[in-house]
């Protein structure tokens, strides 16, 4: 194996890079005090120093050079991961995604649709109870019906808006809409419908 001192000026720098790797390793232990991440370290400071070989300078101290670029690495490292946040279950990378506004605009859309082939009265009692939020007793007094009319009126009317949106048994007209799309159909006056 040949030392720096000894190193003719046609070799390839690169060859002595083996050499360095036990005592980079250590250097690497004693700044990480983790073997996962000391190995991490030498191999990062190896690949800078391999794809920058042309920075060293043949006759200089190749151990030296090494230990500088493994050093500035690690310190560099520290720097990165004090300004990111951690976040392993995903709830912060979460917040910062937006669900597209389109959503919100075709699940109105199939609503409206539908709404629309409804009959006159279910519309009529959904409008009351679900979009106004009239008691089923105020809407009746309104409609000039009996409660029970407008009960029995406004769970056919949901059962025929289930059955035209394709919504399973249980499965509310809104479910797996997000918030903000809630809120278009809120302001819309359809949702409690």
């Given at each position: ?45 190896i690949?800078k ?8 300078q ?40 937006e669900?597209?506004a ?17 009959s006159?009265e ?47 048994e ?24």
């Amino acid at each position: 194996m040949s030392s720096p001192s000894t190193q003719t000026a046609n070799a390839d720098p690169r060859d002595e890079l083996p050499e360095h790797l036990p005592a980079l390793r250590a250097f690497a232990m004693s700044l990480t005090r983790n073997s996962a991440s000391a190995d991490d370290l030498v191999q990062d400071t190896i690949v800078k120093a391999w794809s920058n070989i042309e920075k060293f300078q043949v006759g200089t101290n190749m151990r030296a050079w090494l230990f500088t670029i493994l050093r500035n690495t690690f310190y560099s490292d520290r720097r990165k991961r004090k300004r990111e946040v951690a976040d392993p279950e995903g709830v912060h990378a979460a917040s910062l995604c937006e669900k597209p506004a389109h959503d919100g605009r075709l699940a109105m859309n199939d609503f409206m649709r539908a709404f629309d082939q409804l009959s006159p009265e279910h519309r009529e009692v959904l409008i009351l109870v679900g979009a106004s939020g009239f008691s089923y007793e105020e809407a009746a007094e309104t409609m000039g019906v009996k409660v029970g009319t407008v009960k029995s009126r406004a769970n056919r009317a949901r059962a025929r808006l289930a059955e035209m949106l394709h919504l399973e048994e249980g499965e509310h007209l809104l479910s797996g809409v997000d918030a903000s799309s809630l809120a278009v159909l809120g302001r819309s006056g359809t949702a409690a419908a």
